[in-house]
Nanobody
Framework: QVQLVESGGGLVQAGESLRLSCTAS????????MAWYRQAPGKQRELVAT???????DRADGVKGRFAISRDIDKNTIYLQMNSLKPEDTAVYYC???????????????WGQGTQVTVSS
């Protein structure tokens, strides 16, 4: 079982930046894929960005040009750098790891506890 510990959420104003961190309890090179999801009140949880064990990255259309996912192998940590934040980015952000299977067909996976990001006008 992989444990995911998140940090970096908070309250910011529109236009500001924030960086979220997610540290895994195992070497992240042993994890098939990791991702950031977010869920706003009353809305479905949505995928924000992904990164695979070989470093391939992808982002949702709505955050391209503003958000970037990255990793630090030595720290077993992935990051979500969020720039030019908008009020509509307000949500609980969740770290996700797939240890068996893929993001779209997971066999074994883990979720972080979530961290609140609030963007004011």
């Amino acid at each position: 079982q992989v444990q995911l510990v998140e940090s970096g959420g908070g309250l910011v104003q529109a236009g500001e930046s924030l960086r979220l961190s997610c540290t895994a309890s195992v070497n992240i090179r042993s994890i098939n894929a990791m991702a950031w999801y977010r869920q706003a009140p009353g809305k479905q949880r949505e995928l924000v960005a992904t990164i695979t064990s070989d470093g391939k990255r992808d982002r949702a259309d709505g955050v391209k040009g503003r958000f970037a996912i990255s990793r630090d192998i030595d720290k077993n940590t992935i990051y979500l750098q969020m720039n030019s934040l908008k009020p509509e980015d307000t949500a609980v952000y969740y770290c996700y790891a797939v240890t068996l299977g893929t993001i779209w067909a997971p066999v074994a996976d883990s979720w972080g506890q979530g961290t609140q990001v609030t963007v004011s006008s």
